[in-house]
């Protein structure tokens, strides 16, 4: 089932604020990482978070709001995960090439 247009721009509004909480708490900067950056990394969360969320049955209440809090918290839960992973990648990749 393809989903709604008004899902679609769901998405984006909850991925937007997701990945700029985010980039706030990473950076300490207003910006976050840049709008396109809080917006493409806030929808990887939102996505991460999203199904984690779900899966675990953490704050199902919260689901009754359109863009729920749930779905915030779950896309910037999931937004610091994905860049923890990329840190760790990153991290891994560097620490290698200095040996």
Known sequence: MMPSLAQVI????????????AGLI???KRRGFG???NLGIGLVGA?????LFRLLGLF???DAVTISL?????ACAGT?????????GRRSRTGAAAE
């Open 10 to 21: 769901v998405w984006v509004i909850v991925g937007l604020i997701g990945g700029s909480l």
């Open 26 to 28: 990473v950076t300490w």
């Open 35 to 37: 709008f396109l950056q």
């Open 47 to 51: 996505l991460v978070g999203g199904l």
């Open 60 to 62: 199902p209440r919260l």
């Open 70 to 74: 749930r779905d915030v918290v779950a």
């Open 80 to 88: 610091l995960l994905v860049l923890v992973v990329l840190w760790v």
